[in-house]
């Protein structure tokens, strides 16, 4: 009994990763497609979203927000306020530090690209019933949320080994 619970769930995290990896690709090359015709990056977007949809914050809670390193989001965020879409401002509480946050043109963007998905997504489960909906999605964001814990912890230590 013990060994045929093992060998289904053995069975399962291998269908599991299959399919999120499939899930994956597929959402990432549509991000891709979808945001770059905004004129930026899958990652400036993540970023982009973080400060419109939690608002003004510093380099290193951006970085911690999107499960990346501090340069790589100031290259990122360089990137943005070139285009005008982030503005850094002095910190009033830490002059040494900077506060970033999404200007009117990033609000912009950011809605736009928004609606371009939700449109999307409406698409995707119009013929699903309310219920089943829910249920998808509250499967998706606990997998999400699962995935996201780990990663944070991964982040304070490489499970990885040698």
Same mark, same amino acid.
């Given at each position: ?7 289904? /769930? $053995?069975? $399962? ?9 499939? /899930? ?10 979808? #945001?770059?015709?905004?004129? #930026?990056?899958?990652? &400036?977007?993540?970023? =982009?979203? @973080? ?5 003004? &914050?510093?380099? !290193?809670? =951006? @970085? $911690?927000?999107?499960? /990346? $390193? ?14 005008? =879409?982030? +503005?850094?401002?002095? !910190?009033?509480?830490? +002059?040494?530090?900077?506060? =970033? ?10 809605? &736009? ?10 698409? /995707? ?11 998808? #999605? ?16 991964? !982040? ?7």
């Amino acid at each position: 009994m013990v060994g045929e619970l093992s060998h289904t /769930l $053995d069975r $399962d995290a291998e269908a599991l990763y299959k399919a999120v990896t499939k /899930l994956t690709k597929v959402v990432q090359f549509r991000d891709r497609d979808a #945001i770059c015709c905004r004129g #930026i990056s899958v990652t &400036q977007c993540y970023a =982009l979203e @973080a400060l419109v949809w939690h608002g003004p &914050q510093s380099v !290193n809670a =951006l @970085a $911690d927000y999107l499960l /990346l $390193d501090g340069s790589t989001v100031s290259r990122v965020v360089d990137a943005l306020a070139k285009k005008g =879409l982030v +503005r850094r401002e002095v !910190n009033p509480e830490d +002059r040494r530090a900077v506060i =970033l946050s999404a200007t009117e043109a990033g609000r912009s963007v950011c809605h &736009q690209i928004t609606e371009d998905m939700k449109a999307r997504e409406r698409e /995707l489960i119009a013929d699903l019933e309310p219920e089943q909906r829910g249920e998808m #999605i509250r499967l998706i964001d606990r997998l999400a949320g699962e995935y996201e814990e780990r990663a944070r912890a991964m !982040n304070r230590g490489c499970e990885c080994g040698p």
